[in-house]
């Protein structure tokens, strides 16, 4: 029987309702002749009222109870779903990371998934089971613990059982009915992308288009899995097109850049005056990495009478972390520098296109567009197909709209 997985974020089982309709979809690809891997989010808002328990808990927690706690939304709607389906006449069965077993690694919070074991699953859809409902977000260490794969990690179990059983499709059900050139409930005009490369979508991903999760992005791209991103509240799934993430050659119409993203929860901190010399960097980003700071931009300014700044950003939440690293390397007599300051009001915004391989200029008609504003730039950083600047929060939603407009993105190429 072919093998197809469809995953329900929380949107679209936030309640009975719901359950209903997404149930009555996997009737539908069940009748079409498939065996359906369903893989079920918690209900929405779920996991962060979980998360809240936890913290208000215990400040400093120990992550093998978060797990335990922040996995507990899925296991509730993979029971959901089932018995709705079985109300269908539909054979169906709910399975718990543990029970598949789905093996990551046990860096619990955002566990690696390893391997996932195929031979249960199959022993049940060789005796009659239709649909699997499988718990997203979760697995099990090899200390026999409950792991979750990190925010949003269900499409990464998604695209996991797609490799692990070769889907021959792997459909990710939300609230959007595809990918768009920028967040449709920041830029109400963005327009919808029938296909976008894995390359493009990983940066999207990665710079704060949370519609799917990096690594569901990084998975999908290495097996040469197609994804497609389609709304659960459309009326057929058949009809419905989506989005399709798959292989640049796959894309027939190329812009230069094909869509914004940003990323609302950044920090700038500043460095004042380290001496300029070999090692230094290597004492600071050492120190963040050693406490778990996850760095993104890093600039460092020209030097004079042999000191220099060095600017870098990490998320919000990490500020903290990263100020008592910093002291701690300069109690330890092991770097030295005059001040700290910190910016915890930025926000990042970034233009992502494969196309600026080979063209020039997309930076300069960013940074008009951002002046035309009065946006100031505080920190630029760019690759190969993606330039990143970080603004005051405040002009977040400005510079996305005013670049969506610069680029053209309304219009189709
Ligand atoms: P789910 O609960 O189904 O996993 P998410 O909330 O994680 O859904 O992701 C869907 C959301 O991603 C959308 O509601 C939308 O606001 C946001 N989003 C951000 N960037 C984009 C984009 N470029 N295209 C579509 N949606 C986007
Ligand atoms: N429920 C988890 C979260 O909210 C996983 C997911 O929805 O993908 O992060
Ligand atoms: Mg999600």
Redesign the pocket.
Known sequence: MPCLVTKF??TSVADVDHINRAASRIKEEVERGNDVIAIV??MAG???ELVDLVTRTSQFYDAREYDTVASA??VVTSGLMALMLQGMNVPARSWLGWQVPVRTNSAHGAARIDAIETRNLRDRFDTGMKVAVVA??QGISPEGRVTTLG?????TSAVAFAVAFDAIRCDIYSDVDGIYTADPRIVGKARKLDRISYEEMLELASLGAKVL?TRSVELAMRYKVPIRVLSSFGEDSAAAEGTIVCDEEGIMERNVVNGIACSRDEAKLTIVSVADRPGIAAIVFGSLAEAGVNVDMIVQNISEEGRTDITFSCPTDQVTTAETALSEVRDRGELNYRALLTDREVAKVSVVGIGMRSYAGVAGRMFSALAREGVNIKVIATSEIKISVLVDRKYMELAVRSLHDAFELEAAA
Do not use: K, V
């Open positions: 974020g929380g989010s918690a779920q996991t962060n939304g899925e997203g977000f925010r949003g990690g269900s499409d999760q």
